[in-house]
């Protein structure tokens, strides 16, 4: 019997996936896609939005939707926290879930982060001048 890796994929209000025996999981990050096996070193990593997808020993490769978050591996134990997820089968479904929802932004989120680079602009001004004045 070989090691498996435990797999746990939590939402904000509930557990989205428990599942043991996993052979292997691949998430995208903004860097590219991570891979891991049960005896990598742990290590953490922030998730882009995209599909994430991981290998049972009995149910094959399967697939979930992921709308960015963080990814978690100690020893055996991988968690995934993200905000939203959607599980199927269907890979063209999932990718088109994504675009659709995951990274489609609404004018409220627009807004939102128009004004944080706003506010971040203004910092990284007032800052370069503080420097410039000593």
Do not use: W
Not at 23 to 41: F, Q
Not at 109 to 133: C, I, W
């Amino acid at each position: 019997m070989g090691s498996f890796l435990e797999l746990k994929v939590l939402l904000p209000h509930r557990v989205f996936l428990e599942t043991p025996d996993v052979l292997r999981v691949v998430a995208e990050t903004p860097e590219g896609s991570v891979g891991l096996l049960p005896n990598r070193l742990d290590c953490v990593a922030a998730l882009a939005p995209g599909i994430f997808s991981y290998e049972t020993r009995h149910g094959g490769e399967l697939y979930v939707a992921v709308d960015g978050g963080v990814l978690v591996k100690t020893g055996r134990e991988v968690v995934v926290a993200v905000r939203r997820a959607i599980g199927g089968a269907d890979l063209g479904h999932l990718r088109a879930a994504v675009d659709r929802e995951f990274l489609t932004l609404t004018d409220q989120e627009k807004s939102k982060r128009q004004m944080l680079a706003k506010l971040e602009t203004g910092f990284l001004k007032r800052l370069t001048r503080s420097f410039h004045d000593r």
